[in-house]
């Protein structure tokens, strides 16, 4: 079965801290890694995404680093703020049947105190 | 703005009841999907629709059913509903085709089955 695996399952950080949110895949067949943001209450919303052909993709303060070769992806919040503070879920696509299936890692609930 | 609408936000249901989870969208997408969210296991995929009357099963279609009548509306049955379906439901869109085409989430009905 496909799978994502996302870590840590929660993380606290002090305002100003960089958050760190790891995620590892297994299928080489991959080749969309997005990063979705929730606020509770709400669906989850399309943060940063990166293809694997590029090492980096930064936005402002977040970033995705990516490592084929180890496949596994990583979300950086530099700066973090309170206004972070959500849960976060990395995921990867591959065709199928002429759409994209997005398999989600099981989410990082991120706190950042102020 | 993309805006997926889902039908209630809150829902609550007896055992054996038939349930109807209702998802409309208005950017004319021609892929949707619907997922549920339970604490440490992410979002699953359910069912998900490419086209008007198309559906392919997702990772967990078991005791779910789907009807997509018209390409905005996608509804979600539960024939006879369980406590073990009790979970918040999330229903998204997408285009078809291209690289990386975002997927836009409603803001999710949290159905509890007593």
Not at chain 1, 30 to 43: A, L, S, T
Not at chain 2, 80 to 106: E, I, K, P, V
Request: hydrophobic fraction near 30%; charged fraction near 25%.
């Amino acid at each position: 079965q496909q799978q994502v695996k996302q870590s840590p399952q929660s993380l606290i950080v002090q305002k100003g801290g960089i958050s760190i949110i790891n995620c590892a895949y297994e299928n080489t067949a991959f080749d969309y890694f997005p990063w979705y943001q929730q606020f509770p209450g709400k669906g989850p919303a399309l943060l940063i995404a990166i293809r694997p052909d590029v090492s980096e993709k930064k936005e402002g303060r977040f970033t995705i680093s990516f490592n084929k070769s180890a496949k596994q992806f990583s979300l950086h919040i530099m700066d973090s703020q309170p206004g972070d503070s959500a849960t976060y879920f990395c995921a990867a696509s591959r065709r199928w049947g002429g759409s994209e299936k997005l398999v989600f890692g099981k989410g990082t609930k991120l706190t950042v105190n102020p | 703005d993309v805006k997926v609408t889902q039908s209630s936000r809150y829902l609550v249901k007896r055992t054996g009841e038939k349930v109807f989870l209702e998802c409309v969208q208005d950017m004319d997408h021609e892929n949707m999907f619907w997922y549920r969210q339970d604490p440490g296991l992410g979002l699953r995929l359910i069912y998900f629709s490419y086209d008007v009357k198309m559906k392919e099963k997702g990772d967990i279609p078991e005791g779910y059913s789907v009807s997509r009548e018209k390409k905005e509306r996608f509804s979600l049955i539960l024939e006879s509903a369980s406590t073990n379906q009790t979970s918040m439901y999330l229903c998204a869109s997408n285009t078809r085709g291209g690289w990386g085409d975002t997927q836009y989430f409603g803001p999710g009905t949290r159905l509890t089955v007593l």
